[in-house]
C-alpha cells in the first residue's frame, strides 16, 4: 500500500518541479524581450548562465521520462553544427588554404592589415573578426540548449498553457506599451511612421522590425491558445446533439456551423481573441512592413492548413472575426489611414526606393569573393563594405535579411545548415498531423505553423531572429513542437500490423452515399482512455476512422493510427541494439554539446560585456564634466586592464588606444591651469587635437622636402611623445584582429606624423575611401585629412565621390575648398547632375565662361537622359546664400533620388532661363511652377519679382500680397509690397535682386 501512495506523490512531486522549470524557462525570453530584446552582453551572459542552470535542472527529468523519438534530437545538432563551424572560422589556418576558403578574408589580413614594414602572417583565421564571431556562439549555443529544454519540459498540457498563456501576456503588454507610444508620437509628429526613418523603437524593442517579429511570435501563442480552448470545449460536448452541424442544403448547414462556433465560443474564448487583435494591431501599427507581411503569411499558412479539413469553416469564422476585430481597433485609436499608407509602401515606387534592395546587391557581390566558407559569423559590419557599389548611405550592421546575412557570413555551409533545419522543421510538424492530436497537441501545431512561416517571412526583411529573445522564443515553440513527436512506424510495418483491422473494418463501413449524419462533424472524435469496439466507421474529409479508431487514407487503405484499445507498445517494433545505440549516441551528442557550448559562452559572454560597458563609459566621457581628469584616468586604467587581459579584443584594443589620447590631452589641460572662462578652455581643448599636431607636421614637412623634421618638435610644451606611440602601437595590434575596422585606420590616419606612419597614409586613405565609398560624411572627412597629407589631388577625388552621392552638398564643399585655399576647376567638380549644375551657375562662379559651360552641360544631359536626370531636392538642399539651412546628414538616408515633378521641372526650367537673360521664358515657366505648386511663397515670390522685371507691376504686387496671406508673420512681405507699389516699372529696367533665397528644387512633399 505504502507503494501505491509513494509512487503518485513521486509523480506530482515531478510534474510540480516540471511546471516550476516550464514557468521559468517561458519567462526568460520575455525577460529578455523586455530589456531591449535581450541585445546587450550583459544580457547574453545571463542567458548563458541560466541556460546552462535549465540544463542541469532538467537532466533529472530524463530518468522519469525519455524523448519518444530520435527526430527531437535534429534542430539541436544543425544548431551545434553551426557552433562548432563557427569555431573553425575563429582557428588559424595557412594561408594557402584560407584563400580557397575565403579569398576575400585572404585579401584582407595579407593585404589591408599589413602596415609599414610589417610581414603579412602565415597563419590566419577565416573569420575576419574573430572575437565577434566568438560573440555570435551564445546565440546557436542557446538556441540548442532551449529546444532540449523545452522537449522535456512543455510535454503535459499544463506546460503547453504555461507557455502560450505567459508568451501572450508579454506580446499583449508590450503591443500595448507600442501602441500608446505611437499614439504620443501621432499627435506630437501629426503622423504615425515616417518613411525616412529606417529605424524606430517600439515598447522595449530599439527596432520596430525586430518587436515585430516577437509579437508575431506571441501572436501565434494566442492563436494556439485559442485553438485548445475551442478544441477543449468541443471534446466535452462531443456527445451533444446541440453542437453538431445539421441542415440539408449548404445555406443551413453554413448557418448551423456559425451557431455551433457561438455556442462554442466562451467569455474566455473572447478574451483570447481580443488579446490576438491588440498583439496583431501592434505589429500593424509598428510599422514594420516585413512584420505585417509575416502576420499574413501566418494567417494565410494556418487557413490553408483547414482547406481541405471539416474544420475549416470554423477557421474561416475566426479568421474573419479577427481581421473585423483588428479594423474596429486600429479605427478607434485612429490608425487606419497611417496603417495603409504603410503597408501601401510594400509595393510600387516606395518599396523600390527602400534603401535595402540596393545594398543586398552589394551584399551578393561580397559575397560571391567570401564563398564557400564565408567571412566569419557576427561580422557583416564590416565583411561587405569593400565591396560596396549602389547601396545607401548607413552602416549596415546586419543584412535586414537573413538570407543575405548567412549567405556572406557562413557561406554555403551555414546556408546549408539552415535550409536543413527549416526541412526538418517541417518533418516535425507533419509528424503531429500523422496522428490525431488532444487539444494541447493541436494548439500546439497550430502555434508552429502560424510561428515557422512568419519567421521566414519576416526575416527576409530583418535581423530579429539574432535578438535573443526572438531566438529563445522560437526555440522554446520547437521544443514544444519536439515534445510532441511520436515514432512513426516503417510502411511494410504499418500494413502488417493493421492487415486483420482492415479486414474486419470493411464489413461494417458504410458506403459514402448512405454516412450517417454525425460524418458532418467538424473535428474527429478525440483519442480517449477507453473507447467502444462497436461504434461505426466514419469518414472526415480524406481520412477513414474505423471502429477501433484507426484512421485510413481512403486512397491507400494505410492505417495512420493505432486503436486506443491496441496497445502502442505492443504494435511498436523493438529497436535493435544498433538503434538504441545510435539513440545514445544522439542524445549524448546533444545534451553534453549543449553544456559545453553553453559553459563556454558564459566567460566569452562576461568578456563581451566587460569590453561594452568600459565603451560605452569611453563614449559618454566628456572633457567638459566635472572631475573629467580623475574619470578619463579610471577609464584608461580600466582599458589598459582590459587591454592585459584581453589581447585579441579589438575593441578594448581600439578603446585603449583611443583613452590613452584623451588622457594626453586631459594633462595638457590639467597643466596650462585654471582657464577661467568656457571660451578659453575650448580653445585650449582644440589646440590639444591631434589633427592640429598632424596638420602642423606635413605643414613643415612641405616647407622643406630635402630636410627630415622630427615629429616631437610639433608637439605642445610639456606634452609627451609617449602615449601617441603607446596609443598607435593599440591601433596596430586592433587592426590585426579586425583588418577592415574603418575606426581604427581613421585614427591610424589621424596619428600618421608620430614615428613615420606617414609612409601609408595614402594607401590607408584608399583603403578608407573603399570601405566608406558609400557614405557621403566619411568622404568628405577623408578629403580633409587628404588635403592636408599627401595632396589636394586625391582630396578633389574623395570630393568628387561626395558630391556624386549627394550633389546637393555642392555649396558647402566649394565653400570649404575655398577655405582650405585648394585652387579647383568648378566645371570638374560639379557632378553630372542638372541641379548641381544650376547651383553652380548660379551662386558660386562669376566667370561668364565657367557659366556658360556649367548651362552647357545641362542641356546636354537633358538631351541625352530628358527629365528623369532632374531629382527632387529636399528643404535642406537650399543652394543658395547664408540664409540657407545647412546640409543635412545623410548618413541614414538612401541616395537614390526621386525625380523631379512636374512643378519643379518647370521652375528649373525658368532658373536656367533668368541666367540666359531670356525673362520673357522664365515667366512662363515660373507660372507653370506656382500653378502646380501653390503653397511654395518662395517660388510665388520669384515670379512676383519676374513680373515686375517684365512690367507687370499689378499682378507682381498682387502676388506679394499672396505672399503675405500664405505667411502672415512675415513682415518683409508687407515691405515688399511697398517698394513693388512704388517701383518705376519699365520693360526695359534692369531686374532687382529678390531677397528671398532661390531654390533649384524644392521640397519633397511640396512645403517650402
Given amino acids: 500500500m505504502s507503494d501505491a501512495v509513494q509512487r503518485p506523490t513521486s509523480e506530482k512531486l515531478v510534474a510540480l518541479w516540471r511546471r516550476l522549470l516550464a514557468v521559468f524557462a517561458v519567462l526568460v525570453p520575455t525577460f529578455a524581450a523586455w530589456d531591449y530584446g535581450g541585445i546587450l552582453p550583459w544580457t547574453k551572459w545571463a542567458l548563458a548562465v541560466t541556460t546552462v542552470c535549465l540544463l542541469i535542472a532538467t537532466v533529472p527529468l530524463l530518468l522519469f521520462r525519455q524523448p519518444s523519438s530520435r527526430l527531437v534530437y535534429g534542430l539541436p545538432f544543425l544548431a551545434l553544427t553551426i557552433w562548432a563551424f563557427a569555431v573553425f572560422q575563429t582557428l588559424p589556418l595557412p594561408a594557402t588554404g584560407v584563400s580557397m576558403l575565403a579569398p576575400a578574408s585572404h585579401t584582407a589580413y595579407t593585404q589591408w592589415g599589413v602596415v609599414g614594414d610589417q610581414v603579412a602572417p602565415a597563419s590566419i583565421p577565416i573569420s575576419i573578426a574573430p572575437w565577434y564571431t566568438r560573440q555570435y556562439l551564445v546565440l546557436p549555443a542557446c538556441f540548442a540548449g532551449f529546444v532540449l529544454i523545452g522537449t522535456v519540459l512543455l510535454r503535459g498540457e499544463k506546460d503547453v498553457l504555461i507557455l502560450l498563456t505567459l508568451t501572450m501576456f508579454s506580446g499583449v503588454a508590450i503591443s500595448y506599451l507600442g501602441t500608446a507610444d505611437k499614439i504620443n508620437a501621432n499627435q506630437i509628429r501629426g503622423e504615425l511612421v515616417a518613411p525616412s526613418d529606417a529605424s524606430l523603437p517600439f515598447g522595449p524593442f530599439v527596432n520596430r522590425n525586430n518587436a515585430a517579429g516577437y509579437l508575431n511570435l506571441c501572436l501565434a501563442c494566442s492563436i494556439g491558445a485559442l485553438v485548445y480552448r475551442h478544441r477543449t470545449r468541443l471534446k466535452e460536448r462531443k456527445n451533444d446533439d446541440r453542437y453538431r452541424v445539421s441542415g440539408d442544403s449548404r445555406w443551413e448547414k453554413l448557418v448551423s456551423r456559425i451557431t455551433r462556433f457561438g455556442r462554442l465560443t466562451d467569455n474566455l474564448s473572447v478574451v483570447i481573441v481580443v488579446f490576438a487583435v491588440v498583439i496583431a494591431s501592434g ?206 512506424p516503417k510502411r511494410k510495418q504499418r500494413l502488417k500490423d493493421t492487415k486483420p483491422d482492415q479486414a474486419a473494418g470493411e464489413s461494417e463501413r458504410p458506403s459514402r452515399r448512405h454516412r450517417s449524419r454525425s460524418a458532418t462533424q467538424e473535428y474527429p472524435p478525440m483519442q480517449s482512455e477507453v473507447a467502444s469496439t462497436s461504434r461505426p466507421s466514419r469518414r472526415f474529409g480524406t481520412k477513414a476512422v474505423d471502429s477501433a479508431g ?166 605642445l610644451p610639456g606634452q609627451s611623445s609617449e602615449p601617441l606611440l603607446a596609443a598607435r602601437e593599440q591601433a596596430l595590434a586592433a587592426l590585426r584582429f579586425c583588418p577592415l575596422n574603418d575606426q581604427i585606420y581613421s585614427l591610424l590616419l589621424t596619428l600618421d606624423f608620430v614615428d613615420r606612419g606617414f609612409v601609408d597614409s595614402e594607401r590607408m586613405l584608399n583603403q578608407l575611401h573603399r570601405l566608406g565609398i558609400r557614405r557621403p560624411d566619411t568622404l568628405q572627412r577623408l578629403g580633409v585629412l587628404a588635403a592636408v597629407y599627401p595632396g589636394e589631388d586625391l582630396a578633389l577625388t574623395l570630393w568628387r565621390d561626395e558630391l556624386q552621392l549627394v550633389p546637393e552638398r555642392l555649396a558647402n564643399v566649394w565653400r570649404m575648398i575655398q577655405q582650405l585655399g585648394i ?151 508687407l515691405t515688399l509690397a511697398a517698394q513693388f507699389r512704388a517701383a518705376d516699372v519699365a520693360p526695359e529696367t534692369e531686374p532687382s535682386s529678390p531677397d528671398a533665397p532661390v531654390r533649384v528644387g524644392g521640397s519633397v512633399d511640396g512645403t517650402p
Fill in 283 to 488: 505589429i500593424f501599427i509598428s510599422g514594420s512592413r516585413g512584420g505585417m507581411l509575416a502576420t499574413l503569411a501566418g494567417t494565410l499558412v494556418v487557413g490553408m492548413r483547414s482547406v481541405n479539413r471539416s474544420r475549416k469553416f470554423t477557421a474561416l469564422i475566426a479568421i474573419s472575426v479577427g481581421f473585423v476585430g483588428l479594423g474596429l481597433l486600429l479605427g478607434s485609436i485612429g490608425m487606419v489611414s497611417a496603417v495603409q499608407e504603410r503597408f501601401a509602401q510594400t509595393w510600387g515606387d516606395d518599396a523600390l526606393q527602400d534603401g535595402r534592395l540596393d545594398h543586398w546587391q552589394d551584399s551578393l557581390v561580397a559575397s560571391s569573393n567570401y564563398l564557400p566558407a564565408g567571412a566569419g559569423l557576427g561580422t557583416y559590419r564590416f565583411a561587405y563594405m569593400p565591396f560596396q557599389r549602389v547601396g545607401s548611405s548607413a552602416w549596415f550592421l546586419n543584412a535586414d535579411g537573413m538570407p543575405f546575412e548567412w549567405l556572406l557570413e557562413g557561406g554555403l555551409i551555414v546556408v546549408g545548415l539552415v535550409i536543413a533545419g527549416i526541412a526538418w522543421t517541417y518533418r516535425l510538424l507533419w509528424n503531429l498531423a500523422f496522428f490525431k492530436n488532444t487539444p494541447s497537441d493541436a494548439a500546439i501545431a497550430t502555434t508552429a505553423w502560424f510561428a515557422v512561416p512568419s519567421l521566414l517571412v519576416s526575416q527576409s526583411f530583418d535581423f530579429g531572429i539574432l535578438l535573443p529573445a526572438n531566438t529563445l522564443l522560437a526555440a522554446l515553440i520547437l521544443g514544444a513542437v519536439c515534445a510532441l513527436v511520436k515514432p512513426v
Fill in 550 to 715: 484507426s484512421s485510413t487514407h481512403s486512397g491507400s487503405r494505410v492505417v495512420r493510427h493505432l486503436g486506443p484499445h491496441v496497445s502502442r507498445k505492443s504494435k511498436r517494433p523493438q529497436r535493435s541494439k544498433r538503434q538504441r545505440a545510435i539513440d545514445l549516441a544522439l542524445a549524448l551528442v546533444c545534451w553534453g554539446g549543449c553544456f559545453v557550448t553553453a559553459g563556454l559562452a558564459i566567460p566569452q559572454q562576461y568578456e563581451a560585456a566587460e569590453s561594452d560597458r568600459v565603451v560605452r563609459q569611453l563614449n559618454a566621457w566628456r572633457p567638459d564634466l566635472r572631475h573629467a581628469k580623475r574619470k578619463i584616468d579610471a577609464i584608461a586604467d580600466r582599458t589598459q586592464k582590459l587591454a592585459t587581459r584581453y589581447p585579441r579584443n579589438p575593441d578594448v584594443l581600439f578603446a585603449n588606444a583611443r583613452a590613452i589620447l584623451l588622457q594626453w590631452r586631459t594633462a595638457t589641460i590639467d597643466q596650462a591651469g585654471d582657464l577661467g572662462s568656457r571660451e578659453a578652455f575650448d580653445r585650449r581643448w582644440q589646440l590639444t587635437d591631434p589633427l592640429l599636431r598632424r596638420f602642423q607636421f606635413h605643414s613643415l614637412q612641405a616647407a622643406s622636402p630635402g630636410e627630415s623634421v622630427e615629429w616631437q618638435s610639433v608637439l
Fill in 823 to 973: 585652387e579647383a576647376d568648378l566645371n570638374t567638380l560639379v557632378p553630372e547632375d542638372p541641379g548641381a549644375l544650376l547651383t553652380a551657375a548660379d551662386s558660386l562662379t562669376t566667370d561668364p565662361a565657367t557659366r556658360e559651360a556649367l548651362l552647357a552641360r545641362i542641356d546636354v544631359i537633358i538631351q541625352r537622359e530628358g527629365r528623369s536626370s532632374l531629382k527632387q531636392l529636399t528643404t535642406s538642399d537650399t543652394v543658395a546664400d547664408g540664409t540657407a539651412t545647412a546640409s543635412v546628414s545623410a548618413s541614414h538616408k538612401p541616395l537614390r533620388h526621386r525625380v523631379a515633378d512636374d512643378s519643379q521641372w518647370h521652375y528649373f526650367n525658368a532658373r536656367v532661363a533668368m541666367l540666359r537673360g531670356d525673362f520673357i521664358a522664365a515667366e512662363e515657366s515660373c507660372r507653370e511652377a506656382v500653378q502646380m505648386s501653390p503653397g511654395d511663397i518662395a517660388w510665388r515670390e520669384q515670379y512676383a519679382h519676374l513680373l515686375l522685371r517684365n512690367g507687370k507691376q499689378k499682378e507682381a504686387v498682387a502676388q506679394i500680397e499672396r505672399c503675405l496671406l500664405q505667411s502672415s508673420n512675415d513682415r518683409r512681405y
